[in-house]
């Protein structure tokens, strides 16, 4: 297929990559020029990449630089023609997917939210999954797109409910970690040895992916962003404003919320979202780490 990828930061250089390894014909626009995916076209506005795409690819970092690259100038809109499909993998705010989608339809276009779970990690090794909301035809037409980049997709219904599922999806994520962030911060400060409190916790219920995943960083005080704070509290945002569009109350992720507040005026966002406990570590007077740390 032809597609125009827009983005290419931690996780859509990888992205782009994966599509240009799966035979499809890629024509990437960045913000920063100079960050090249082999074997792919480079455009010089996202409006040249998207002419005479069959899909624009999104992987951007919020609401603002989407609507930026669609609507703005040298904007993707005035390449938009019936039957394309722009895919948004950027996490985004849901009531504004929906407005922006009514928008690209004017044009004969389609718009499917496709962001995505798997970290840096799973966009380098095509393993990542794909939370998408749009209609079943322009789903099944990207599925060769998807299966290039990931190893599963899930629809969740018409469009932005990929976005309000992704939302919710990131919620868990970021309470489950400060859970295990205040428990390893506990436990070292009452003298108990974290290596063999995450031992524990792998054999327990208390098991999480999320503690799976990021123990072993931890716990060798690697911080280097899978995703970076900034981003996880960008989200946490998105998911608050959501809530209260919805009236509904999130009173533990609003705490949360300040912890990512702190965090990033620490001088954290640009390490990953584990760093939060480094100010939970301060307050407190120690610091965590494995026996090989």
Same mark, same amino acid.
């Given at each position: 297929?032809?597609v125009a990828f827009?983005?290419?930061?931690?996780?859509?250089? !990888?992205?782009?990559?994966?599509?240009?390894?799966?035979?499809?014909?890629?024509?990437?626009?960045?913000r920063?020029?100079?960050?090249?995916?082999?074997?792919?076209g480079?455009?010089?506005?996202?409006?040249a990449?998207?002419?005479?795409?069959e899909?624009?690819w999104?992987?951007?970092?919020d609401?603002?630089a989407?609507?930026?690259?669609?609507?703005?100038?040298?904007?993707?809109?005035?390449?938009?023609?019936?039957?394309?499909?722009i895919?948004?993998?950027s996490?985004?705010?849901p009531?504004a997917?929906?407005?922006?989608?009514?928008?690209?339809g004017?044009?004969g276009?389609?718009?499917?939210d496709?962001p995505?779970?798997?970290s840096k990690?799973g966009?380098r090794?095509?393993?990542?999954?794909?939370?998408v909301?749009?209609?079943e035809?322009?789903?099944e037409?990207?599925?060769?797109l998807?299966?290039?980049?990931?190893?599963?997709?899930?629809?969740?219904?018409?469009?932005?409910?990929g976005? !309000?599922?992704?939302?919710?999806?990131?919620?868990?994520?970021?309470?489950?970690?400060?859970?295990?962030?205040?428990?390893?911060t506990?436990?070292t400060k009452?003298?108990?040895?974290?290596?063999?409190l995450?031992t524990?916790?792998? !054999?327990?219920m208390?098991?999480?992916?999320?503690?799976?995943?990021?123990?072993?960083f931890?716990m060798?005080r690697?911080?280097?962003?899978?995703?970076?704070l900034?981003?996880?509290h960008?989200d946490i945002?998105?998911t608050?404003?959501? !809530?209260k569009?919805?009236?509904?109350k999130?009173?533990a992720?609003?705490?949360?919320?300040?912890?990512?507040?702190?965090?990033?005026?620490?001088?954290?966002?640009?390490?990953d979202?584990?760093?939060?406990?480094t100010?939970?570590?301060k307050?407190a007077?120690?610091q965590?780490k494995g026996?090989?740390?």
């Amino acid at each position: 297929m032809r597609v125009a990828f827009v983005g290419l930061g931690i996780m859509g250089h !990888a992205m782009a990559t994966n599509l240009v390894k799966a035979g499809h014909e890629v024509t990437v626009w960045n913000r920063t020029p100079g960050n090249l995916v082999e074997g792919a076209g480079v455009a010089p506005t996202p409006g040249a990449a998207a002419q005479g795409a069959e899909v624009v690819w999104l992987c951007v970092s919020d609401t603002d630089a989407v609507e930026g690259v669609i609507f703005g100038a040298d904007g993707v809109e005035a390449s938009l023609t019936e039957g394309m499909i722009i895919a948004d993998s950027s996490t985004i705010s849901p009531s504004a997917t929906v407005k922006f989608a009514e928008r690209v339809g004017k044009k004969g276009a389609t718009w499917v939210d496709a962001p995505m779970t798997g970290s840096k990690i799973g966009a380098r090794d095509g393993t990542l999954v794909f939370i998408v909301g749009g209609s079943e035809e322009p789903v099944e037409r990207l599925k060769p797109l998807f299966a290039a980049m990931g190893k599963k997709i899930f629809r969740m219904g018409e469009t932005g409910k990929g976005q !309000a599922t992704k939302l919710v999806m990131n919620l868990q994520i970021a309470l489950i970690f400060e859970g295990f962030a205040e428990a390893l911060t506990l436990a070292t400060k009452l003298g108990v040895d974290p290596q063999q409190l995450l031992t524990l916790i792998e !054999a327990t219920m208390v098991r999480s992916g999320v503690v799976d995943y990021k123990g072993p960083f931890v716990m060798q005080r690697d911080f280097t962003p899978n995703f970076p704070l900034r981003l996880m509290h960008k989200d946490i945002r998105l998911t608050l404003e959501a !809530a209260k569009e919805a009236r509904v109350k999130l009173p533990a992720l609003e705490t949360v919320e300040e912890i990512y507040e702190m965090a990033s005026e620490d001088g954290n966002k640009d390490l990953d979202y584990a760093a939060t406990l480094t100010l939970l570590e301060k307050w407190a007077g120690v610091q965590v780490k494995g026996k090989a740390a």
